[in-house]
């Protein structure tokens, strides 16, 4: 399931994991200009995104609270920012793999 994104300021919702989905992957990238877009990945209430990823010089983890947001952000977006998706459990998706720079939801 690739998801390639031009529109600034685009909210994806990404599905409820169940059993009939458990194990999927959800690609997303950027495909706006640099410092374009914010892309906005955001997971069921009940749903979150766990992990980590290197970007620039740090290592990025992922809140991994219920229902908050991973977000590419604006200011540092490049064409083909990434990040992939897998679903792991009933409650977490979990960051495969990426690049650029994302911020969790507050």
């Known amino acids: 399931n690739d998801h390639n994104v031009a529109t600034d300021g685009l909210t994806i919702g990404i599905p409820l994991i ?9 690609f997303f990238r950027n495909t706006g200009a640099d410092g374009n877009n914010t892309v906005t990945i955001s997971p069921k209430d009940s749903n979150k995104i766990v ?5 620039a010089a ?41 690049q650029g720079i994302f911020a969790s939801e507050s």
């Open 18 to 26: 169940t059993s009939g989905n458990l194990g999927t992957t959800l």
């Open 51 to 55: 992990g980590g990823m290197t970007q």
């Open 58 to 98: 740090a290592v990025f983890h992922s809140s991994g609270a219920l229902g908050k947001d991973l977000i590419n952000t604006k200011a540092t977006s490049k064409l083909g920012d990434w990040v992939a998706l897998r679903a792991v459990s009933l409650t977490e998706w979990y960051i495969v793999g990426g």
